[in-house]
């Protein structure tokens, strides 16, 4: 069975390199060369921990390839992947799905009868149905399937995700689609993977659910930390016993500076916007959109605030990724809080381990340091906007001893009481006293 996978990002490539890995034939097709030749020479282009072997691995046992030309690797695949980005359309929220249709009219033009036509990318309810429609109308007569199949990987942990996900999820139409679906998962259904066959539409709710509900919760636990600092409550003591209970589950419920990445805040937006579009109101979701894009700019102003307390002119601010063990800048708290702090007159020295080439052309003005303790280096107040375990192993009395300053706020509740005795540091976290 040959496997085209069109769109080489966090997905795309992750996607095709486990599927390589499961034994299949796989060509990855990416309209951007440049990202396209460095495949070509073994180089990974994104930050995601066990994918260099693996993509090694599998290239070099020719199983593996890339190229930009889509039309001849669509010709000669049995399975062809979509999983290009769906970004925010500006300004209405809703999902922009420019990518995927310019896709689908490629892949019209060039499949072969009886191709299964998959989309990986997150789509809201209707798009397979819309896409399966124009490839008909593209290819009158063709025979083929159409399957939705919504990824579930997180960034950071891709690989193991993927290679070991909770569930696979495939929307279908017609037998033929689930039939390869269940080839092409045959490893995963192996290990007992569950398996979830259903329609095209539940396939597409399902996933813009699950991120909407996840979503939900981190910004429910921030709420929570918020109504702690006032009343003198601990949120990881709160989130801890209410995590116990099973049907609340331990995970996300991590308070912070409000949630960011190339998924949830888009995605948030997208379902809101369906919601309304279709007569269906999300009004949680759409809260939740407001109350998180709130959060980012009150963790600028806490720490405007605590400068001008302090009469401090600079900021180092460490963390520029979304989330740990990833390069991936997109919709990160940083991109908020750091312009917020420039705007106040702050000058910002900034470190991470993985992010920076991603962010420094989009955040100006900022001065790049090779290492945290570079970073803090004569700044009056120092931000943990990224919890890398790089940073929670810092010794807090080096860093307190290099800063210009004495405030460290720590925004992803990384450090205890022992690690900061002795440093002198003035130390805020999240919902904690
Ligand atoms: P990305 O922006 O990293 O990658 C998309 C790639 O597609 C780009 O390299 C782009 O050049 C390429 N592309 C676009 N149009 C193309 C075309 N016509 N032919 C060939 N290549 C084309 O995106 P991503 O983060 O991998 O996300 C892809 C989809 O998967 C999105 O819908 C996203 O919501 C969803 N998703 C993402 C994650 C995640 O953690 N990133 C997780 C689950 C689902």
């Not at 990986?120 to 199949?149: E, H, L």
């Not at 925004?411 to 003035?426: I, K, T, Y």
Request: proline share 5%; charged share 25%; hydrophobic share 40%.
């Amino acid at each position: 069975m040959k496997i085209a996978m069109i769109g080489t990002g966090y997905v795309g490539l992750v996607s095709g390199v486990c599927f390589a890995e499961f034994g299949f034939s796989v060509t990855c097709v990416d309209k951007n060369p440049a990202i396209v030749k460095r495949l070509q020479a073994g180089e990974v282009t994104i930050f995601e921990p066990g994918l260099d072997e693996l993509l090694t691995r599998n290239a070099r046992d020719g199983r593996l390839t890339f190229t930009t030309e889509l039309a001849e690797t669509v010709a000669d695949a049995d399975v062809i992947f979509v999983a290009v980005g769906t970004p925010s359309r500006r300004g209405d929220g809703e999902a922009d799905l420019q990518y995927i249709h310019a896709a689908a009219d490629e892949i019209a033009a060039a499949m072969k009868p009886n191709a299964v036509v998959v989309i990986k990318s997150t789509v809201v309810v209707g798009t397979n149905a819309d896409v399966r429609d124009r490839i008909a109308r593209a290819r009158p007569g063709v025979p083929f399937s159409m399957v939705s199949n919504p990824e579930f990987l997180r960034e950071g942990s891709a690989v193991e995700d993927f290679l070991r996900p909770d569930r696979v999820v495939v929307g279908v139409h017609d037998d033929a689609g689930a039939a390869a679906m269940k080839r092409v998962y045959r490893p995963l259904y192996l290990r007992e993977t569950p398996m979830i066959v259903t329609t095209l539409e539940n396939a597409e709710i399902i996933k813009y659910a699950a991120n909407a509900f996840l979503a939900m919760k981190v910004t429910f636990i921030n709420e929570v930390a918020d109504l702690c600092e006032k009343s003198g409550g601990n949120v990881q003591d709160v989130a801890r016993a209410i995590g116990m209970d099973n049907r609340i589950g331990s995970k996300f419920l991590h308070a912070g500076p409000g949630f960011g990445g190339s998924c949830f805040p888009k995605d948030t937006r997208a379902y809101a916007a369906t919601g309304r579009k279709m007569n269906a109101p999300q009004t949680l979701i759409e809260q939740v959109v407001t109350v998180n894009e709130q959060r980012k700019r009150s963790m600028a102003e806490r720490i405007v605030e605590a400068a001008r307390r302090s009469g401090t002119k600079s900021v180092a601010v460490l963390g520029i990724a979304f989330k740990p063990n990833t390069d991936d800048i997109r919709e990160s708290p940083a991109l908020d809080i750091i312009p917020a702090l420039q705007n106040a007159g702050l000058a910002v020295r900034a470190h991470d381990p993985e992010a920076r080439s991603a962010a420094e052309p989009v955040l100006p003005g900022v001065t790049w340091c090779k290492s945290a303790y570079d970073a803090v280096e004569g700044a009056g107040i120092t931000v943990l906007l990224t919890e890398w375990n790089a940073y929670r192993s810092l010794n807090l009395k080096k860093v307190s001893q290099l800063m210009g300053g004495k405030i460290l706020f720590d925004l992803r509740n990384v450090f205890n009481d022992q690690e900061l005795e002795g440093s002198g540091l003035e130390y805020h976290s999240v919902g904690r006293p």
